[in-house]
């Protein structure tokens, strides 16, 4: 099959949203940024190139004032809190967990609470009160205590569920973790990107996009700039800030939900 064959299935499912006079929503984020990479220069010259809204989730302990100075070039790039130190804490056997119930709440809290003035003591307006947990998992009781330590927003992978803050969860990783640990089949890649676009034609959940800088084959690179230059070419397409879905999000959320 050749790439052009691979990509048309989008191409038709961006028409569909064009016909019924809609834009399919997009977002991407990034995880793991820690310092200037040539890795990261070509993450934010790519979205740069095509006006991509990346939001960067960014270990506070592990970080420093010289990605606040590559960011300064890069007025796309928002910055959120992931996690502390992105450091496991489950026993041996269990999947890895920085926010983890083997900690007492309060040291926990604690951890996020320092990410958090962290990250926007270094990168000001750039940083957004959004938690991003590392490896994607947070113990469910800590949720409801995010927005008093100022957290606004939280985002894992998966369907979003129903919490007393925002949640803007990522629904399509590129990485294939449990194999090749490089990036996943083109193709495959594209249906799952049209089955989170049908979804969000009838709930309106944006398709979001999680990608690792650190860790990507040319592969990932390769399907990046193809999927930014298809969603280029059409109007029935918009990449949101992730400013824009807290906002929607902060509309959603249910005080008094865990």
Request: charged letters at 25%; hydrophobic letters at 45%; glycine letters at 6%.
């Amino acid at each position: 099959m050749t790439s052009d064959q691979i990509w048309q299935p989008l191409v038709e499912e961006l028409a569909r949203w064009q016909r019924a006079d809609r834009k399919a929503e997009f977002w991407l984020r990034d995880d793991d940024a820690v310092d200037p990479t040539p890795a990261l220069d070509r993450l934010l010259d790519l979205t740069g190139q095509f006006a991509i809204p990346v939001t960067l989730a960014v270990i506070p302990a592990l970080t420093d004032g010289k990605l606040v100075a590559r960011l300064d070039e890069a007025p796309h790039a928002t910055v959120a809190i992931h996690g502390w130190a992105h450091r496991n804490h489950a026993p041996e056997g269990q999947k890895k967990q920085e926010l983890d119930p083997h900690r007492s709440r309060e040291a926990v809290l604690d951890d996020l609470a320092r990410g958090l003035s962290r990250i926007t003591g270094l990168h000001g307006a750039r940083a957004v009160p959004m938690l991003v947990p590392p490896w994607n998992r947070i113990d469910a009781s800590l949720i409801s205590e995010l927005g008093s330590i100022g957290f606004a927003a939280l985002s894992v992978y998966g369907p979003p569920k129903p919490a007393s803050l925002a949640v803007i969860n990522s629904n399509v990783d590129i990485m294939d973790w449990h194999g090749t640990r490089g990036c996943r089949d083109h193709g495959i890649l594209v249906q799952t990107i049209i089955a989170q676009s049908r979804r969000a034609f009838d709930d309106g959940e944006p398709v979001g996009l999680l990608t690792h800088h650190l860790v990507h084959d040319e592969s990932a690179w390769l399907f990046l700039e193809r999927l930014f230059t298809v969603t280029a070419r059409t109007e029935a397409c918009a990449w949101l800030p992730i400013r824009t879905l807290v906002r929607r999000g902060a509309g959603r959320a249910i005080p008094g939900k865990v």
